[in-house]
């Protein structure tokens, strides 16, 4: 449904302009670089209920700018990127999480395997 601009089998559940709020930045600068134990997040941003890529080369992360997503506590995590179509879903179970790095290796893996 984010993917497809709020349209889930044909119906519209959100609106075109309510995916679009989601998905952008909406923190001042004066906050950057966030940070999330102890571990700054350069390049990436807080929209409306998700993180947003907001600089995919300083963020040091393959992906698109204005890509999203959300991290949970168990090592769960997703990543929506609107300019590849891709939908990206890690499902862990790992108390506390490693870090960043598990998804990380899923991602570059994944935008590694991607072709034109």
Request: charged fraction near 15%.
């Amino acid at each position: 449904m984010l993917l497809q601009y709020g349209k889930w089998e044909g119906e519209r559940l959100l609106s075109h302009k309510t995916i679009e709020l989601m998905r952008v930045n909406h923190l001042s600068a004066e906050l950057f670089p966030l940070e999330i134990r102890n571990n700054p997040l350069k390049g990436e941003g807080w929209g409306l209920g998700v993180s947003v890529n907001m600089d995919p080369a300083q963020s040091m992360s393959l992906g698109s700018q204005g890509s999203y997503g959300w991290a949970g506590l168990a090592s769960t995590k997703f990543l929506i990127d609107p300019q590849e179509e891709l939908i990206l879903i890690q499902m862990g179970q790992l108390i506390p999480p490693p870090e960043h790095l598990f998804f990380q290796y899923l991602r570059n893996v994944v935008y590694q395997a991607l072709t034109p």
